[in-house]
């Protein structure tokens, strides 16, 4: 069983085009989160939600939009995709006990985007 | 907001050997110190954390250090096995309210056999 899925695994499209990439987690944690990895393996948060509700957003374009229908699940769009997207998306959740996003981190396997 | 700082980027090491890997931070209120291990295709999954009244942890072949004066912690990995080769991730934060987890920007290690 996986803990954190995220689909689909490759995406490869063109720029300008709009996308999205899917993320369900059956651990039954109450925080989930998107994270950009670039090139370089660097890892940046881009969002956190808890119990459906927006807590973290960095400094993202407006061309990216999450959105938690259930706490199990937070999906993210990007439209009118650039060069500079193509990276790979990691979804990941935790259990925070002390609402201080003090949970271990639970990663999917990451969504590799290419923008042509 | 925190800064996390990792050295090396890549780090080559013979099977059997240590390796280390030093990461700084800049928020001296930071109090949570996880180390997180990515293997090739994969999401990094947590393999030790420290907490800041804590000096000094171990788990098997892994240790971390914290040094909370000058604001320094560690990984430390004996008898390095292939299984060994990742990219490792320091990270850090306050344990406060949506505090947010400032990862490193990762090392590259390689145990040659």
């Known amino acids: 069983d996986t803990a954190v899925s995220q689909t689909p695994k490759y995406l490869v499209t063109q720029m300008g085009n709009d996308k999205s990439i899917k993320c369900e987690q059956n651990l039954g944690h109450d925080t989930m989160y998107w994270y950009k990895q670039d090139s370089k393996k660097f890892l940046k948060i881009m969002f956190s939600y808890n119990n459906k509700e927006l807590i973290i957003n960095e400094t993202v374009p407006n061309r990216f939009s999450p959105k938690s229908p259930d706490k199990a699940h937070l999906n993210l769009h990007i439209n009118s995709l650039e060069l500079g997207d193509s990276a790979v998306y990691f979804c990941?959740?935790?259990?925070?006990?002390?609402?201080?996003?003090?949970?271990?981190?639970?990663f999917g396997e990451g969504s590799r985007l290419t923008v042509l | 907001g925190e800064n996390v700082e990792q050295h090396p980027s890549t780090l080559s090491v013979q099977e059997g050997d240590s390796a280390v890997i030093k990461c700084t931070y800049s928020?001296?209120?930071?109090?949570?110190f996880p180390w997180y291990k990515q293997e090739l295709g994969k999401g990094p999954q947590l393999i030790i954390d420290?907490?800041?009244?804590?000096g000094e942890k171990k788990d098997q072949r892994i240790a971390v250090t914290l040094n909370k004066t000058a604001k320094h912690f560690s990984l430390h990995i004996t008898e390095t096995q292939p299984e060994d080769s990742a990219v490792y991730f320091c990270?850090?934060?306050?344990?406060?309210?949506?505090?947010?987890?400032?990862f490193g920007a990762g090392t590259q290690v390689v145990v040659t056999p």
């Open positions: 990941a959740s935790s259990q925070d006990r002390h609402g201080g996003l003090d949970g271990e981190l639970f």
């Open positions: 990270a850090a934060r306050r344990i406060v309210s949506w505090g947010k987890l400032q």
């Open positions: 420290i907490r800041s009244n804590v």
């Open positions: 928020d001296s209120a930071s109090n949570y």
